[in-house]
């Protein structure tokens, strides 16, 4: 398998080394050859082999990325591939998973942004680090702390002049249990990443980002959609999720038995630069239909 993918990455070599200003990128062909590696990962039998094929999927698109015009190329076809690109084209987060034994996954991503649509974009590698963060919700990360996550939506609001972005994310770390993400970024000196922001009023006040953890035999819904909301008689839009709770009262904590509650649906609003946890909204028609999004694994069953 891994001998099948070794010509086209000798080949990209020489492509690169030739290349110049006079001759752009193929980004079609480097798409194309990407693809066929892409493809190749979830064959083998053993994590090791998924692993190693990926690990020359990711260096390889990492070069790519590296390519002058690629931020504006979006490589439509790598589709396990996650690319969200702010509304202003400052910058992208590309992200996606590898599926391996007993229901576990791991996550790799890239962040590319510019300050302008005429600047050579700045390229970081995600380096998930979930692991070893030991409060998620309450710890602002970088590029080299990630909490890996497969990113579907990328929202963006902006209040008194400043622009701010919330990114609804899906992790699987466990064979019992799922997560939901909703994750505040930023993008700060020389172009880096920064995840996590307080700007949730829910529960403790202190919360950088959302996690909702549930059991890994059910999906839990979060959109980003335009709805009536508390006395106001005019939709907006907000993020809503299924509330999840235990199977029982005694397994509160147990997020293995976490499903979701029939017909029960909160959301957050933003309001004055904060997303204000709002319980018991009425989810039954939306206002408007969100765009098609990437789709995470367990919602394709």
């Known amino acids: ?25 193929d980004f079609r062909m480097h798409e194309d050859s990407l693809k066929r590696i892409m493809l190749q990962i979830i064959e083998p039998e053993h994590d090791f082999e998924r692993l190693a094929i990926n690990h020359d999927f990711r260096e390889y698109l990492r070069q ?50 510019r300050s302008s649509k005429n600047e050579q974009p700045r390229l970081f590698i995600l380096k998930d680090n979930a692991s070893n963060i030991t409060e998620p919700m309450f710890e602002t990360l970088d590029h080299e702390n990630w909490y890996g996550a497969y990113y ?40 880096r990443p920064s995840f996590g922001q307080p700007v949730f009023r829910y529960e403790r006040n202190n919360h ?18 335009s709805h009536v909301v508390g006395q ?3 939709p907006q ?22 499903v979701p509650e029939t017909n029960i ?4 609003v933003f309001e004055e ?14 206002r408007r239909q969100p765009p098609p999004r990437p789709v995470p694994p367990q919602d394709l069953d």
């Open 1 to 25: 398998m891994i001998k099948q993918i070794l010509p086209i990455i000798i080949l990209f070599s020489i492509f690169k080394g030739t290349a110049t200003s006079a001759t752009p990128p």
């Open 64 to 113: 790519v990325l590296e390519m002058e015009g690629s931020m504006d190329y979006p490589f439509d076809s790598l589709l396990i591939v996650s690319r969200l690109t702010s509304p202003d084209e400052t910058f992208r987060i590309i992200s996606w998973y590898v599926p391996l034994a007993d229901s576990n996954f791991e996550y790799f991503g890239f962040f590319q942004s």
């Open 152 to 191: 579907t939506d990328l929202i963006h609001r902006r209040y008194r002049g400043t622009d701010s972005y919330i990114l609804l994310g899906w992790r699987g770390d466990n064979p019992l249990t799922r997560k939901r993400i909703i994750e505040p970024i930023r993008v700060m000196g020389k172009g």
């Open 208 to 225: 950088r980002r959302i996690i909702f953890e549930y059991s890994a035999k059910v999906s839990m819904s979060i959109a980003y959609e």
């Open 232 to 234: 106001s008689r005019r």
């Open 237 to 258: 839009e907000v993020i809503i999720f299924d509330r999840m709770a235990p199977t029982h009262s005694f397994l509160r904590g147990h997020y293995q038995f976490y």
């Open 265 to 268: 649906f909160d959301a957050f």
């Open 273 to 286: 630069g904060n997303w204000i946890f709002t319980p018991d909204v009425d989810a039954r028609a939306p």
